[in-house]
C-alpha cells in the first residue's frame, strides 16, 4: 500500500573500524549526542557538570560512524532545501558552515576531489556518488536523480582546511510523493551490470572481526586487467548499515601504478563490523572510461562464521560519471 511521505582511505594491510552506532535517533541528524545522566547526577555544582556533560558528549560523538550527525566539531552541513521533487536530474545545492558560522570555501584534497558527496534513500535504494562544483560563496551544487518519492540521506565526506582528519556529515532530504520501500536483495554472491559486466564478491564479514573482502570484475565471463584509476584508486567501496544509514568510505589496499597492485581483476578491502546486522555495499569502478556501480547486500554475523554476502541483480551506473 502506497504512503505518503511526512516530511568514508585504506593503506595496504589497514582495517578500517566501523564503529556501532548509539541510537537510531542519531540516524536522523542530529547536532549535538545526548550524553549519560550520571555526568552529572552528583555534582553539586552546575558548571562542572556541564563541563562533565559537555567532555562526555564530544567523547560519545568521537565513537559514532560517519554520517549520524549533522554537525560535528563545529561544522555543520546545510541543504539549501530539506524536501525537492523527484525527477532524473533535480539541482542540490549545500553549504558547510564553519565554526564560525560562515561558509568554509578551503577544502583539502582527498582522492582528487576537494568533497565527496553521497545519496541514497533510506531503503537503501537509488545510491549515487557524485562531486558537486564549488561556488566562492561556499555553496555546492550539483544534479542529484531523485528517482522515486522518499526520505534521503545525504553524505557529505569532506576536510576543511585547517581540519586535523576527514568529517562525513549526514543530512535527510524529503522527496514528497507515494512511497514504496524496497526489501535488500535477496542472497547472490554476484552482480550483474550492464554491458557483460559481473562483479563478484568473495569473503565473510563478521562481527567484531577484521574481513578481507576481494570483489573481482569481469566482462563477457573473461577477468578484467585493466581497471582504470577511478579518484586514484582502483575501485572505491561505501558500506551503509540497514537501519540507521552509518556511513563508512573505505579504499583498497594499494593503489594504481605503486609497482605492486595489478589493474584487476580482484580489488580487496579490509573492513570490521561493529555488529551483527545486514550492510549494504557499493562497488565503484572504472573501466573503458565508464564508472559503474555494483550493490551488494552482507549479513554480519556473530564470530568467525559469518554467512556469504549476496548481491543484487540490478545495474547501477554512476550517470554523471564520477
Known amino acids: 500500500m502506497n504512503t505518503p511521505v511526512k516530511i568514508g582511505g585504506f593503506a595496504l594491510g589497514l582495517a578500517v573500524v566501523f564503529a556501532a552506532a548509539v541510537g537510531f535517533g542519531a540516524a536522523f541528524g542530529p547536532t549535538a549526542v545526548t550524553a549519560a545522566s550520571s555526568a552529572s547526577s552528583g555534582d553539586s555544582d552546575p558548571m562542572t557538570a ?144 550492464a554491458d557483460g559486466y559481473r562483479v563478484t564478491l568473495d569473503g565473510r564479514l563478521a562481527a567484531g572481526h577484521d574481513s578481507e573482502l576481494t570483489l573481482r570484475v569481469s566482462k563477457d565471463g573473461v577477468p578484467v586487467t585493466d581497471l582504470q584509476p577511478y579518484l586514484a584508486a582502483n575501485g572505491h567501496l561505501v558500506a551503509l548499515r540497514s537501519g540507521d544509514l552509518a556511513y563508512l568510505h573505505v579504499h583498497p589496499a594499494g593503489e594504481p601504478g605503486d609497482g605492486v597492485t595489478p589493474a584487476g581483476p580482484g580489488i580487496t578491502f579490509y573492513a570490521t563490523a561493529p555488529s551483527a546486522g545486514d550492510y549494504r555495499l557499493f562497488l565503484g569502478f572504472r573501466h573503458n572510461g565508464v564508472v559503474r556501480t555494483a550493490g551488494f547486500t552482507m549479513r554480519a554475523e556473530e564470530g568467525v562464521g559469518a554467512a556469504m554476502p549476496s548481491a543484487t541483480p540490478a545495474a547501477m551506473t554512476d550517470g554523471h560519471g564520477h
Open 50 to 193: 556541564m563541563g562533565d556533560t559537555a567532555t562526555a558528549a564530544m567523547a560519545a560523538a568521537a565513537q559514532l560512524p560517519g554520517g549520524l550527525m549533522v554537525s560535528q566539531d563545529g561544522y555543520t552541513l546545510t541543504l539549501a532545501d530539506r524536501s525537492l521533487p523527484a525527477g532524473p536530474s533535480v539541482p542540490l545545492r549545500f553549504r558547510i558552515l564553519g565554526p564560525d558560522g560562515a561558509p568554509v570555501t578551503g577544502y583539502r584534497t582527498a582522492h582528487d576531489k576537494d568533497l565527496h558527496l553521497i545519496v541514497v534513500r533510506r531503503d537503501l535504494s537509488g545510491f549515487q556518488h557524485v562531486h558537486p562544483t564549488l561556488a566562492p560563496d561556499g555553496t555546492w551544487s550539483v544534479p542529484v536523480e531523485l528517482a522515486a518519492a522518499g526520505q534521503y540521506r545525504v553524505f557529505a565526506d569532506f576536510t576543511p582546511t585547517g581540519y586535523d582528519g576527514g568529517l562525513t556529515l549526514g543530512a535527510d532530504l524529503a522527496v514528497p510523493g507515494p512511497y514504496n520501500p524496497q526489501p535488500l536483495p535477496s542472497p547472490s554472491p554476484t552482480a550483474d551490470l
